[in-house]
């Protein structure tokens, strides 16, 4: 899902990253844009296009294993200064990943 308002800049399938979704995201503690990257989404499951706006919480595509992936998950990437220049991890910028469930049994 998207992270917060942003433009979708492409959605295509891009070699060992599989299906990618790349966003252009303003934030809004500090107005700076940064740009992120989806990756290895499930094959016919975009659900934006290149130039659309997206709100916050709105599905992109949905988890896949396309490309060279040995299962299915998502593959995050957060960049300044355009796509493919400086990568920096999602927390630099405010961004937690919630914490995943307890196993029951506590295993």
């Given amino acids: 899902v998207a992270p917060g308002n942003a433009t979708v800049i492409y959605t295509k399938f891009i070699g060992g990253y599989g299906n990618q979704v790349a ?3 303003k934030l809004p503690n500090t107005g ?4 992120m990257t989806f990756s290895h989404g ?3 499951s975009f659900k934006v296009r290149a ?3 997206v709100t916050k919480g709105q599905t992109l595509m949905l988890v896949g294993s396309t490309g ?5 998950h998502l593959h995050w990437e957060t960049y300044r200064g355009g796509l493919g220049q400086t990568l920096i991890k999602p927390s630099d910028i405010g961004y937690r990943l919630p914490r995943p469930p307890k196993a029951p049994f506590g295993v």
């Avoid at 060279?68 to 299915?72: A, C, E, K, V």
């Fill in 23 to 25: 966003i252009a995201l």
């Fill in 51 to 53: 130039g659309q706006q």
């Fill in 68 to 72: 060279l992936s040995n299962g299915p």
């Fill in 42 to 44: 499930r094959n016919g």
């Fill in 32 to 35: 700076e844009t940064v740009f």
